[in-house]
Nanobody, 123 residues
Framework: QVQLIESGGGLVQAGGSLRLSCAAS????????MGWFRQAAGRVREFVAA????????RYLESLKDRFTISRDNARNTVYLQMNSLKPADTAVYFC????????????????WGQGTQVTVSS
């Protein structure tokens, strides 16, 4: 089992920044690729970004890659999502997830999920 706890969400004005964190416990963190997904009200869950076990390989939703950065600190068992130039369309619950597979944008490849953290961007 891997337990994931997200933090860092909140209310921010358009153009602002937030850094989300996801702390992992349980099985060896650096055995898992990590991903961030988001789900806006009334919409399906959407891939945001993913990072390989070593951090050397990342993948992004194309429309977000200029504003969002995923990173991980294996010594701290934590993955981060830095979000800049936020827009109201970024409002969603953000989830982190752990996958035993190589870095992937498919939710079905992720075995463990956190409870999510709400990000609200006001105009």
């Amino acid at each position: 089992q891997v337990q994931l706890i997200e933090s860092g969400g909140g209310l921010v004005q358009a153009g602002g920044s937030l850094r989300l964190s996801c702390a992992a416990s349980g099985r060896t963190f650096n055995n898992y690729a990590m991903g961030w997904f988001r789900q806006a009200a009334g919409r399906v869950r959407e891939f945001v970004a993913a990072i390989s076990t070593s951090g050397g390989n990342t993948r992004y939703l194309e429309s977000l890659k200029d504003r969002f950065t995923i990173s991980r600190d294996n010594a701290r068992n934590t993955v981060y999502l830095q979000m800049n130039s936020l827009k109201p369309a970024d409002t969603a619950v953000y989830f982190c997830a752990a996958s035993p597979r190589p870095v992937s944008g498919l939710a079905a490849h992720y075995e463990y999920w956190g409870q999510g953290t709400q990000v609200t961007v006001s105009s």
